[in-house]
């Protein structure tokens, strides 16, 4: 690895933070979601984690968590995880954080989900 390329990993044509597993990446893109998963998508460092809470108080019908770690087992960051990871943490009503580009988030939703 180059100096120039050390802070970023080109994995199946996107780019990622070099300190996230290359394997739980690759992960995440072959998560499998299932009918009525739900998922925050957004570019980085735009209101990720404003839109998990709202999303997630939604969900919860304002209810709080007993402990701030639950805010990130009910919403797991698919991408730092990997699918299996996230699958078995997440705490329900949840739903998945990514920060996937959309042409990768589409194809897992439609044609995985078939919605």
Partial sequence: MDASNRFILNVEGVNIAA?????????????????????????PKCGTTWMQNLVLNVMRRGRTFERPSDFYLASPFLDQLGAEDSENMMIHPGCYKTHLPLHKVICYVIFQCKL
């Fill in 19 to 43: 300190f996230f597993s290359e394997e739980c990446f690759r992960s995440a893109l072959q998560f499998k979601p299932k009918p009525g998963d739900v998922f925050v998508v957004a570019y």
